[in-house]
């Protein structure tokens, strides 16, 4: 079980109107849960959503969607993925 305390989660995937969050400790993923998506805050119903949550007994007993982690993110991801598109091809890959 995880510890009470709070976590960075980000929204993993929304399915079947449920959202499966990851919660992160100190840049690890550390745990998973699964929520209504209903209870998401609204601006963070969508994937890759970064919020701040407090675990109490083990269960999510409140959010705070965090737009500028969420924006900082996805620049960070879309950057990875330039420098990664501009490699020059290995000589084993020609």
Same mark, same amino acid.
């Given at each position: 079980?995880?510890a009470?305390?709070?976590y960075t989660a980000v929204?993993?995937?929304?399915?079947d109107?449920?959202?499966v969050l990851?919660?992160?400790?100190?840049?690890?993923?550390?745990?998973?849960?699964?929520?209504?998506? *209903?209870?998401l805050p609204?601006? /963070?119903r969508h994937?890759?959503?970064? =919020?701040?949550?407090?675990l109490?007994?083990? @269960?999510? &007993?409140?959010m705070d969607?965090?737009?500028?982690?969420t *924006?900082e993110?996805?620049e960070d /991801?879309?950057?990875?993925?330039?420098r =990664?598109?501009?490699?020059p091809p290995?000589? @084993?890959? &020609?």
């Open positions: 079980m995880t009470d305390g709070t929204v993993d995937r929304l399915e109107g449920l959202a990851l919660l992160e400790a100190d840049g690890e993923t550390v745990a998973e849960r699964v929520l209504d998506r *209903e209870r609204e601006t /963070a994937v890759d959503a970064v =919020l701040t949550v407090e109490v007994d083990g @269960d999510v &007993e409140a969607y965090e737009p500028t982690a *924006e993110r996805a /991801a879309q950057s990875r993925f330039d =990664l598109s501009r490699r290995r000589d @084993d890959e &020609e």
